[in-house]
């Protein structure tokens, strides 16, 4: 065996520290290491799909370089970039510097440069699931973004951009600034400070300029105004901070200004520095999340920095100039995978070997054409079982299964085994190991394998080792194994409820190099089971449209005779037709306890059921799995996945217990997928499993809602040992695909001039950059998703010690912190304030907490400092809420708290922040600080400056044509302001009011009241013209409320008001049309005749639909009511106003287009049009009566007289 060690050694010789990074793998997704002050294994992927571009490589290059200057004076000359891996696309031209990528992938990627989400282009992010301190997952530039001459006006130097990403991704840093986009339901750009009771901006430190500026949308000449208001009154509705400067400030990195130079730091709470000290008080995304603590002090705690493990260097420029390696995947680095197999004499134990046996079988059946794969068996020594081959035909595949076949017995050399699946790796033409992959099944122990050098060289190699941890007696450290060497860890109970010995094989091949992930294996479904004698399971799962091309069914068991399976499954499709033995698509190895249904073609879209008999007479444990791959002919050629992660491999909680944190991502191609079904299920040491629901609320340890990232804190300890977590994803309809995504994204900088015009445009490639005030959240799609199901295991963790005297199901952990506490509302005049915030739960996000501490001062620094100091509210301070009964976990917290009013000031505020109790007297950590501001005096808008037509308005839509004052309206909308709307005025009834006075507010509501009074009594009286065809009332005594006032309406552009001089008196007319609404609800038709059928539309229904629009009482309807109740409405119109008002007249609105009704009632109603018509038709019709019965009676005559002719000549002969 050669191993070519010296030419690899550069570029993984510190891939020891690599951490798990693949589907099923530890949140921290980086392999970066920090050492002696320099940052190494920087790893940058560029997108498959981009064209060749050296000038991008290069500007790749030149942003680190820029950066780790800046990073090295921004953190006080403590770390630095040291070397980066720039992974070039495999479509790219071959240079003979490019090295192989190894293990390496674009999902490993730290940066990534990649095609843009439209919603969210230009602007670089981060991509963040985890909370404050905890690190991102990766950074995402755009191709133009890197390219153009624009970003270092717009942004910034790209060195500096980065830099501020950087601290989201290193040091999980968020925004200081008001970010519409990442934190768009807490944005705020002005508060009332209660240090000085001063207005003051959203910023990291109080020395940077801003402006109060506002969009103008009523002046062409500009594009903001300054803001009504001042810093001790406030501002008006909608004002924003606009950043001019950096003024005095030397930070904050994590605020922006990264274009001015003097910008140089992160900001501190060293307040002997005022130019770089934190504001604690502003309401922005970081101080919510970090509880008001600088970016240092976040930092400090933070492993790069803590105990001041990176004392300042001095170094010089040469000394932190970054070193660059290109990597590029090539045929070399074809996918190699050998499985190696413990059989040892305890994997005879609950057959396990059978198990193992029968899953490799599986994964032979499924592994991708082109992949290379080798076998080896090992106990105290090892056997080669077959040498590594390239699968490329079905008799490949049967060459590989022919050698599955042994028993367990003897020992355990874990470290043999390696050494012999190193040496089948060298059997690759290439002679080169870096970027194989090996899969290690054991459930031994081996003493020897911490110091086996078959180890070391794996890890110096670039191999990678998943690991698949049998039993509960399976080596501890094997998670340290898979970790160290990039892997993925798994584990595997006896009696687990997944199919995770062949998820671990078939997620080894999907991850492995010269995969492309786009097109591989999707897992929908994978389970375990026990079934008893003729016992039987079943289930389902939904094939997608994403998806459905070489679908396939795995079935193993571990009972049954070598000719005859032990179980049978069925197949249903969603069109009903069945697949069970004997159809030409199933395929049984009972030799191996294999059965594996293979769809040639396309799978059936929709919900297929399954059904798994046992034929065996006795017990044996089954699995059920499902893959299918990618649709091409899907358009967008986006599929649903899930990429699912846990917090940590190996947690040792020997001295304090922590929670194990599980992610599960569900997104289509970039877009998010939310409201599904997200499940994990956890199998723990000795114990049952648990399954619980996971979340993406933005509560707990989730960190942002619908974000398509499903997170919950495993609670349920059992003891030491493995703990395998698995994961389902499920729609049966409810969720939806959100276009569009981002996470912390760098600010950009826009120039406006003194005068509210903006400098320039900021475009960047073809994608403009967003202006304050633009409402990005007013383009965001949600598509319906298709229903589906997906299957992921996120691998597993080892707990190798437990606090001393544990028990399993201790209280030991306190509600979770609440970090999205908002004020909802404040009412000055009834002095109250409505808060909100998600309900944590009994132990972090699990359950329901016992009860709310809720504490209000002056002060949000008492708050922060010593809330246990703050006022604590009375019972009777809460008019709506209970603390002692709060609701379960993530569930929506909505409270009304009364507060004193300060009369002598014309705005105050006050603090608020909670803890969460358990019954267990644990307490949460305090809460994110909000301020309820209540203002006496809030600044308006200047009025609109007068146009050249007066300020004349167009309403609806309408278009205003200054150069004639004229309005251009739509159909629907006629009237010379378009005031009018066409529907309202073809179903209403004109009443025109005449009086002595010319203010007729007074009227309305009264006669909206009367009218529907006088519509409910008529119909009453006369049932059968309001409700036709359905028979007599009930009851005459029954007293029927066919409408409400809420269902009868005055039109739009009403009252028309005209004077006019009588007997020198100003009378007035006012003109109201009235139109009314059928109410929703039951059908009152129905329930004053009895069981009888609904309304029903034509002509037997007074009640007409229209495309979208309301559903209108019919006009003739509502006139013969309103006429027949004339002088009743009169009536209550004079009570009712003590005003001497008339009914001048009632008719039927003039439909002309840009008509004003006036008084004059149509000489035809559409009663008397359809009379007309039924009287026309009948004339018609007596008159082709009678012409048919005087053609009867011509044609008789002359048939008489035919006959006649011809009896005379009859009787001549």
């Known amino acids: 065996m050669k191993f070519k060690a010296e030419l690899h050694f550069f570029i993984f010789g510190l891939a020891s520290l690599m951490v798990m990074r693949q589907v099923g793998a530890m949140i921290s997704q980086s392999s970066i290491v920090l050492e002696n002050g320099g940052y190494t294994d920087i790893v940058v992927a560029i997108d498959e799909s981009l064209k060749e571009n050296d000038a991008l490589v290069q500007a790749i290059q030149r942003m680190f370089i820029d950066g780790s200057g800046y990073l090295y004076q921004a953190t006080r000359k403590r770390v630095y970039f040291k070397s980066i891996t720039i992974i070039i696309p495999s479509t790219?031209?071959?240079?003979?510097?490019?090295?192989?990528?190894?293990?390496?992938?674009?999902?490993?990627?730290?940066?990534?440069?990649?095609?843009?989400?439209?919603?969210?282009?230009?602007?670089?992010?981060?991509?963040?699931?985890?909370?404050?301190?905890?690190?991102?997952?990766?950074?995402?530039?755009?191709?133009?973004?890197l390219t153009s001459s624009e970003t270092k006006d717009t942004f910034?130097?790209?060195?500096?951009?980065?830099?501020?990403?950087?601290?989201?991704?290193?040091?999980?840093?968020?925004?200081?600034?008001?970010?519409?986009?990442?934190?768009?339901?807490?944005?705020?750009?002005?508060?009332?400070?209660?240090?000085?009771?001063?207005?003051?901006?959203?910023?990291?430190?109080?020395?940077?300029?801003?402006?109060?500026?506002?969009?103008?949308?009523?002046?062409?000449?500009?594009?903001y105004r300054g803001c009504e208001g001042n810093e001790d009154d406030g501002y008006e509705e909608g004002c924003m901070a606009i950043t001019s400067g950096p003024g005095l400030s030397t930070g904050s990195i994590m605020y922006g200004l990264l274009k001015f130079d003097q910008i140089q730091h992160f900001c501190d709470n060293d307040k002997s520095d005022p130019d770089n000290l934190h504001n604690r008080e502003a309401p922005n995304k970081h101080n919510r999340?970090?509880?008001?603590?600088?970016?240092?002090?976040?930092?400090?705690?933070?492993?790069?920095?803590?105990d001041n493990i990176s004392p300042p260097l001095d170094l010089s420029d040469a000394d932190i100039l970054p070193s660059f390696t290109l990597a590029q995947a090539r045929i070399r680095d074809e996918c190699r995978i050998v499985i190696v197999i413990d059989t040892s004499g305890s994997m005879d134990t609950s057959d396990r070997i059978l198990k193992a046996i029968s899953a490799s079988t599986a994964f032979i059946d499924l592994v991708n054409e082109e992949t290379w794969v080798g076998i080896v068996t090992f106990t105290s020594s090892t056997s080669i079982r077959h040498g590594l081959i390239q699968v490329s035909s079905q008799a490949d595949r049967s060459a590989l299964r022919d050698t599955l076949s042994f028993s367990a017995d003897g020992g355990t050399c874990i470290g043999c085994g390696l050494e012999s699946g190193l040496q089948v790796l060298g059997e690759h033409p290439s002679g080169i190991l870096s970027g194989a992959d090996i899969l290690l099944m054991t459930d031994g122990e081996d003493a020897g394998f911490a110091t086996h050098p078959a180890r070391q060289t794996a890890i110096e190699e670039g191999v990678r080792i998943n690991?698949?941890?049998?039993?509960?007696?399976?080596?501890?450290?094997?998670?340290?194994?898979?970790?160290?060497?990039?892997?993925?860890?798994?584990?595997?109970?006896?009696?687990?409820?997944?199919?995770?010995?062949?998820?671990?094989?078939?997620?080894?091949?999907?991850?492995?190099?010269?995969?492309?992930?786009?097109?591989?294996?999707?897992?929908?479904?994978?389970?375990?089971?026990?079934?008893?004698?003729?016992?039987?399971?079943?289930?389902?799962?939904?094939?997608?449209?994403?998806?459905?091309?070489?679908?396939?069914?795995?079935?193993?068991?571990?009972?049954?005779?070598?000719?005859?399976?032990?179980?049978?499954?069925?197949?249903?499709?969603?069109?009903?037709?069945?697949?069970?033995?004997?159809?030409?698509?199933?395929?049984?190895?009972a030799q191996r306890k294999v059965i594996s249904v293979f769809i040639n073609g396309r799978a059936e879209i929709g919900k297929w059921f399954y059904e798994i008999t046992n034929t065996f007479p006795g017990t044996h444990s089954v699995t059920f799995s499902v893959y299918s791959r990618p649709n091409n002919e899907v358009q967008?050629?986006?599929?649903?996945?899930?990429?699912?992660?846990?917090?940590?491999?190996?947690?040792?909680?020997?001295?304090?217990?922590?929670?194990?944190?599980?992610?599960?991502?569900?997104?289509k191609g970039s877009s998010p997928v939310i409201n599904a079904t997200v499940r994990a299920t956890v199998e723990r040491p000795g114990g049952v499993a648990v399954t619980y629901d996971l979340l993406d609320n933005g509560a707990g340890a989730d960190v942002t809602a619908n974000d398509g990232v499903y997170?919950?804190?495993?609670?349920?300890?059992?003891?030491?040992?493995?703990?395998?977590?698995?994961?389902?994803?499920?729609?049966?309809?409810?969720?939806?695909?959100?276009?569009?995504?981002?996470?912390?994204?760098?600010?950009?900088?826009?120039?406006?001039?003194?005068?509210?015009?903006?400098?320039?445009?900021?475009?960047?490639?073809?994608?403009?950059?967003?202006?304050?005030?633009?409402?990005?959240?007013?383009?965001?799609?949600?598509?319906?998703?298709?229903?589906?199901?997906?299957?992921?295991?996120?691998?597993?963790?080892?707990?190798?010690?437990?606090?001393?005297?544990?028990?399993?199901?201790?209280?030991?952990?306190?509600?979770?912190?609440?970090?999205?506490?908002?004020?909802?509302l404040t009412s000055l005049n009834e002095s109250s304030v409505v808060l909100t915030w998600t309900a944590p739960g009994d132990d972090l996000d699990t359950g329901t907490a016992m009860s709310y501490d809720i504490r209000i001062s002056h002060s949000p620094a008492l708050l922060l400092a010593n809330f246990s100091n703050a006022t604590q509210l009375e019972f009777n301070q809460i008019l709506e809420g209970n603390v002692s009964s709060p609701k379960p976990f993530g569930s929506l917290e909505e409270y009304v708290i009364t507060v004193p009013d300060v009369t002598a000031v014309t705005t105050f505020s006050y603090a608020f922040a909670l803890q969460a109790s358990d019954?267990?007297?644990?307490?949460?950590?305090?809460?994110?600080?909000?301020?309820?501001?209540?203002?006496?005096?809030?600044?308006?808008?200047?009025?609109?400056?007068?146009?050249?037509?007066?300020?004349?308005?167009?309403?609806?839509?309408?278009?205003?044509?200054?150069?004639?004052?004229?309005c251009s309206c739509s159909d629907e909308f006629p009237g010379e302001y378009c005031e009018y709307v066409k529907s309202q005025l073809k179903n209403g009834v004109q009443v025109d009011l005449r009086g002595n006075q010319d203010e007729w507010q007074d009227s309305a509501e009264p006669l909206l009241a009367s009218v529907t009074e006088q519509l409910n009594l008529f119909c009453t009286n006369n049932f059968d013209t309001c409700c036709p065809g359905r028979g007599q009332i009930l009851s005459k005594s029954l007293r029927i409320q066919f409408v409400t006032v809420d269902d009868v309406k005055i039109a739009d552009g009403y009252p028309v008001i005209e004077g006019k001089e009588e007997d020198d008196d100003q009378l007035y007319t006012c003109s109201f049309i009235v139109y009314a609404l059928k109410p929703a609800g039951p059908d009152v038709c129905s329930d004053a005749s009895g069981p009888l059928s609904r309304w029903r539309r034509g002509d037997h229904s007074n009640v007409q639909r229209r495309s979208a629009e309301p559903i209108y009482i019919s006009q003739d309807l509502l006139l013969d009511a309103i006429l027949n109740g004339r002088a009743a409405i009169a009536s209550y119109l004079i009570n009712a106003t003590s005003k001497a008002i008339s009914i001048a007249n009632i008719t039927l609105p003039i439909e002309e287009e840009n008509a004003v009704p006036t008084d004059s009632k149509p000489e035809v109603s559409n009663r008397s049009m359809i009379v007309i018509t039924i009287v026309c038709i009948l004339i018609i019709g007596i008159i082709i009566c009678l012409l048919g019965v005087a053609y009867y009676?011509?044609?008789?005559?002359?048939?008489?007289?035919?006959?006649?002719?011809?009896?005379?000549?009859q009787d001549d002969v």
């Open 636 to 667: 967008d050629g986006s599929v649903i996945s899930v990429k699912s992660y846990i917090s940590d491999s190996v947690l040792n909680q020997s001295e304090d217990i922590k929670a194990l944190v599980t992610y599960a991502e569900v997104m």
């Open 711 to 824: 997170t919950r804190s495993f609670l349920n300890y059992t003891g030491e040992g493995f703990y395998g977590i698995g994961i389902t994803a499920e729609n049966d309809g409810s969720a939806l695909i959100l276009k569009g995504k981002t996470g912390s994204q760098a600010p950009a900088f826009i120039n406006i001039t003194e005068d509210g015009q903006v400098v320039s445009d900021g475009s960047i490639g073809n994608y403009t950059i967003r202006l304050p005030g633009d409402q990005v959240f007013d383009s965001l799609v949600f598509e319906k998703a298709a229903p589906f199901t997906r299957s992921s295991s996120a691998g597993s963790t080892n707990v190798p010690s437990l606090p001393q005297g544990f028990t399993p199901g201790q209280d030991l952990f306190p509600p979770n912190r609440v970090q999205d506490l908002r004020v909802k």
């Open 919 to 966: 019954d267990a007297g644990l307490t949460s950590p305090v809460s994110n600080v909000v301020k309820a501001t209540f203002r006496r005096v809030i600044p308006t808008s200047p009025p609109p400056k007068p146009g050249p037509c007066d300020s004349m308005v167009c309403y609806n839509g309408g278009t205003l044509d200054e150069r004639r004052c004229l």
């Open 156 to 223: 910034g130097p790209l060195g500096r951009v980065l830099i501020h990403e950087w601290g989201h991704l290193r040091w999980g840093l968020f925004n200081e600034y008001p970010d519409p986009v990442g934190d768009q339901k807490d944005i705020v750009h002005y508060y009332q400070s209660m240090e000085d009771e001063k207005w003051k901006p959203v910023a990291c430190n109080q020395g940077i300029y801003t402006r109060a500026l506002i969009k103008d949308e009523s002046n062409d000449a500009s594009d």
């Open 92 to 145: 790219w031209s071959t240079k003979a510097e490019y090295r192989s990528p190894g293990r390496l992938t674009f999902d490993d990627a730290d940066v990534r440069i990649a095609p843009p989400n439209s919603l969210w282009a230009p602007n670089p992010y981060t991509h963040q699931v985890q909370g404050c301190g905890k690190p991102g997952s990766y950074i995402h530039f755009i191709e133009e973004f």
């Open 289 to 306: 999340l970090c509880n008001s603590r600088s970016a240092w002090e976040v930092m400090r705690e933070h492993e790069d920095f803590k």
């Open 1193 to 1209: 009676y011509k044609r008789c005559r002359k048939n008489a007289s035919y006959q006649a002719a011809r009896k005379d000549d």
């Open 467 to 589: 690991t698949v941890a049998i039993g509960d007696d399976a080596y501890g450290k094997l998670n340290t194994v898979s970790l160290e060497t990039g892997g993925l860890g798994f584990s595997y109970r006896d009696n687990d409820g997944r199919a995770e010995l062949i998820t671990a094989l078939t997620q080894t091949a999907e991850t492995c190099s010269g995969t492309d992930t786009s097109k591989g294996r999707v897992q929908l479904s994978s389970v375990g089971f026990t079934l008893g004698t003729r016992g039987v399971t079943s289930g389902h799962f939904y094939i997608d449209p994403s998806i459905g091309s070489g679908t396939q069914f795995i079935v193993t068991y571990t009972h049954g005779s070598d000719i005859i399976p032990g179980v049978i499954l069925t197949l249903t499709q969603p069109n009903g037709k069945t697949i069970s033995p004997g159809s030409f698509e199933y395929n049984e190895d």
